[in-house]
């Protein structure tokens, strides 16, 4: 029923996965091409060559293309899930197990195409970082009021003298018992109020006098083991910003330019990827993270919110109340522009960010003072114009580093000859003079006395004399006022 007539093998992974995306996206590559006019005929009106193929949009164009009748009907693709299926059956002399690897690896290089893989720019990392930093944020200040509230029992006056949620904890941690704070400790606990002496003798004179009760051995083991966990959280969080950073300079840097690393981190991840936030225009960045409201004022038919997560930059909170509409308008443009390059760029850099960033100030400048702003045109070619000239640095220190070193012979230079006087000046042959006419340039009023010059001798030589032209030009004059 099925016998195989040709068989054409790639010649190397590469031109393998080049194929598989043309046949994807319906493209008819010139291998194929080659192949299916080497082994059919061409087409004519009474042809009766049908070809099945699998994918509706490769059909169409081979159609278009190579002209030949194809088939996508259900028994079509029956069929070819049967010779898949039986390949090494048709092929002789293929093993089973190296159709398979080659399979795989195929198949690993064009889901690693299709997806652009990229360890440093995956945006899922910041997603879950800034959702674990804001739930951080809310269990390391529940946690600090438990501490506080905890501890209060045994040592009320420490939650006056320590307002810091962290230090709090990590005094209490230390303290203990308040009985057993002396002045031997004094040291440890000036170091852990940052080197403020006064402050760790205020608490020990409060100690002294406290009002607190006192708790058993059980009770201080605990409030000292939660206190142990309050502290790890608050370290874990610290380093955890600093992972978001890090990640948002290797993923987005110009957003994180233009908003920092926190509010640019819950665009993305508010938007659900990169590329998302790349892809919604400007008017949706300005009021995302404001769903609620948005709808809430459609339904109402009352007024739309003029800002979303962006409201928590420092632009809008340093604008008046009268620009913060427009200034958020203005700084959403920028977040659009800044995750587009961010998503689109090959080399990640900051620089497009920090322009952004210098045109928002120039706006609210301008809203100040009145002073105009650049162009945005201007600011990015500016940037483009310094990436340009780092890459030629770049590749000329490239090629110097791979240039092999050249033993150059350095000649003696000339010594300047003394000036000559005004009178030794004046005996120059003529071949001197026409070399230093040739080097010094001739002014506009000499190049203009020149060209009278020209044009008066050109005219002495028609015959017509300077004062001819005048009385010429005398006349036209008297003729004009005439006929006025």
């Known amino acids: 029923m099925v016998s195989l007539i040709s068989f054409s093998p790639f010649k190397n992974a590469a031109e393998a996965l080049q194929n598989a995306n043309d046949i994807s996206e319906g493209i008819v590559s010139d291998h194929l091409q080659s192949l299916l006019e080497l082994n059919l005929s061409k087409p004519s009106k009474g042809s009766k060559i049908v070809l099945g193929v699998s994918d509706k949009e490769l059909a169409s164009s081979i159609k278009d293309v190579v002209g030949i009748t194809c088939d996508i009907s ?148 605990n409030i000292s083991a939660f206190a142990v966990r309050v502290i790890s959280i608050a370290e874990y969080r610290k380093s955890l910003i600093s992972y978001l950073s890090e990640k948002m300079n290797l993923v987005a840097p110009n957003l994180a330019a233009l908003l920092g690393d926190r509010i640019g981190a819950r665009l ?62 203005f700084l959403a443009n920028k977040c659009s522009i800044a995750s587009r390059i961010d998503c689109y760029s090959d080399v990640p850099t900051s620089k497009f960010g920090d322009a952004l960033r210098a045109q928002v100030e120039e706006r609210l400048n301008f809203f100040e003072t009145g002073a105009p702003p650049s162009k945005n045109t201007d600011a990015i070619r500016k940037v483009l114009d310094e990436l340009a000239l780092e890459d030629e640095e770049e590749d000329a220190d490239e090629q110097m580093a791979d240039a092999e070193p050249i033993l150059t012979t350095l000649e003696p230079t000339p010594r300047k000859g003394k000036k000559k006087r005004k009178s030794d000046s004046m005996n120059v042959d003529e071949d001197d003079e026409g070399r230093s006419a040739k080097k010094v340039k001739l002014s506009k009023e000499e190049k203009k006395a020149l060209k009278k010059e020209k044009k008066e001798a050109k005219k002495a030589a028609a015959g017509v004399s300077h004062e001819d032209v005048k009385k010429k030009k005398k006349e036209k004059k008297e003729k004009k006022k005439s006929q006025a």
């Open 74 to 221: 259900d028994g079509t693709q029956e069929l070819i899930r049967g010779i898949r299926l039986h390949a090494p059956k048709l092929f002789k002399g293929l093993d089973a197990n190296d159709l398979m690897k080659a399979q795989l690896g195929l198949g690993h290089s064009y889901s690693r195409a299709k997806l652009k893989f990229n360890v440093n720019r995956i945006d899922n990392m910041i997603i879950q970082a800034i959702a674990l930093l804001d739930q951080l944020d809310k269990d390391v200040n529940l946690f600090s009021m438990r501490i506080r509230e905890w501890y209060g029992y045994h040592f009320p006056e420490l939650v006056k003298l320590v307002p810091d949620n962290h230090q709090y904890a990590r005094v209490a941690q230390f303290i203990g018992d308040k009985d057993s704070l002396d002045e031997d400790k004094l040291p440890d606990l000036a170091a852990i109020l940052e080197d403020d002496s006064t402050l760790a003798q205020n608490i020990l004179d409060a100690a002294r006098g406290s009002m607190g009760s006192s708790l058993s051995d059980i009770d201080m083991l």
């Open 268 to 329: 993305i991840s508010h938007a659900g990827s990169l590329t998302n936030l790349s892809k919604y225009p400007a008017s949706t960045v300005q009021i995302l993270g404001a769903e609620k409201a948005l709808f809430r004022a459609l339904k109402t038919k009352g007024n739309t919110p003029k800002y979303g997560l962006i409201y928590h930059s420092t632009f809008i909170g340093r604008a008046g109340p009268k620009y913060k509409g427009r200034i958020s308008r």
